[in-house]
T-cell receptor, first 113, second 113 residues
């Protein structure tokens, strides 16, 4: 019940295209859903996060879509750029104990020029 | 400023050595974390400090010993490590353990020979 399932494992997109990464969860107590971006040899960087009271959040080219009834959330990267090539992790945590981030297994995104 | 710094960037140590990893943040955050990350895997939580006191130990072997000298600093003392302990060690911080937005440092790449 604590799992967060992330797909796809890897993704190749052409420059200018839309990258979509999906995550699904079972535990309905989760109420905070961040996405992290990690470049090789670097630490994860918080990209964008959402709570269940909204269905979508947009920051620049990055959008989180959240479907509470389906227990799914996704990251959309519009106008994908080669500099977006990285590993993306979704995560979830329970309010009041946000120290315990449950991570998805990650998606390796490659954006071809 | 959302910067967490870690030193050293790289560390090679033998199984009989004693070494320490250092983490620092100046965001006024009261929660600090140690994570371990193996290649192509998500980060795994090791320890959580809240207000300079150890609040969570995720069943980590005693050869890893955390220390929080003050609210800005977090150390991880290493002794008698095994080759399988080779990994990227990440430090993170947040405003509190019940608050969102964990910010990660760049990590220390540890190799145990």
């Amino acid at each position: 019940q604590q799992q967060v399932k992330q797909s796809p494992q890897s993704l190749i997109v052409q420059k200018g295209g839309i990258s979509i990464i999906n995550c699904a969860y079972e535990n309905t107590a989760f109420d905070y859903f961040p996405w992290y971006q990690q470049f090789p040899g670097k630490g994860p960087a918080l990209l964008i996060a959402i709570r269940p009271d909204v269905s979508e959040k947009k920051e620049g080219r990055f959008t989180i879509s959240f479907n509470k009834s389906a227990k799914q959330f996704s990251l959309h990267i519009m106008d994908s750029q080669p500099g977006d090539s990285a590993t993306y992790f979704c995560a979830a945590s329970i309010g009041g104990s946000n120290y315990k981030l449950t991570f998805g297994k990650g998606t390796l995104l490659t954006v071809n020029p | 400023d959302t910067e967490v710094t870690q030193t050293p960037k790289h560390l090679v140590m033998g199984m009989t050595n004693k070494k320490s990893l250092k983490c620092e943040q100046h965001m006024g955050h009261r929660a600090m974390y140690w994570y371990k990350q193996k290649a192509k895997k998500p980060p795994e939580l090791m320890f959580v400090y809240s207000y300079e006191k150890l609040s969570i130990n995720e069943s980590v072997p005693s050869r890893f010993s955390p220390e929080c000298p003050n609210s800005s600093l977090l150390n991880l003392h290493l002794h008698a490590l095994q080759p399988e302990d080779s990994a990227l060690y990440l430090c993170a911080s947040s405003q509190g353990v019940d608050r969102d937005e964990q910010y990660f440092g760049p990590g220390t790449r540890l190799t145990v020979t």
